[in-house]
């Protein structure tokens, strides 16, 4: 998007052109793929983290098919679908700290080379997802949602790769358990970035058409 952009009109626009239906297309795809990936990984390898992130992956994958539902809908439509998705990235968030701390309890350390490997082909994945979102990231609230799930994505592969360095250079599981916890406070704090702004966006948008039918009685009577 160019930096010229601004307002709901130039949002609308870029939400529904071709190009952005195709991005979100292929983030769907490669979101689902990775998302079988990350759980034979993170089955394999005992990795709370990978399994959070496959779970994210599967979370991103639907989101992205919300999106491209409501994609040529109004600006409201498109910010209830933002309530949505960013309720949906709070309760990973919740999820991931509940799994997280079972693991503390009963868990044993995770296979530091199948965390490695798989998280650096979901890092892969995620970073060509956000590059051909980078475009679209001062969209409206539903656009917006769909780059932070895209960012976060790739932060936490990242993450996953230096927890698995850690595993295998302390040969404990506190470093999987560390950045679970991180990969949560992402996701809980994105999710309520995403929901204020779109609530901010249905009050506009609220006002706006209390205005104008104001506007048409006041017409009516005279």
Known sequence: MSASCCGSTCSSQTAASPRYRKVLWAALIINAVMFIVEIAGGLKSGSVSLFADAVDFAGDATNYGISLAVLSMGLAWRSRAAIVKGMSMVAFGLFVLAKTGWAAINGIPPEPLTMGVVAVLALLANGAVALMLYAFRDGDANMRSVWLCSRNDA??????????????????????????????????????AIVRQANRELTVQTDSTSTQLKYILRKEEA
């Open 155 to 192: 932060i936490g592969n990242v993450a996953v790769i230096l927890a698995a360095a850690g595993v295998f250079g302390t040969g404990s599981g506190w470093p999987d358990l560390v950045v679970a916890v991180i990969m949560a406070g992402l996701a809980l704090s994105s999710g309520v």
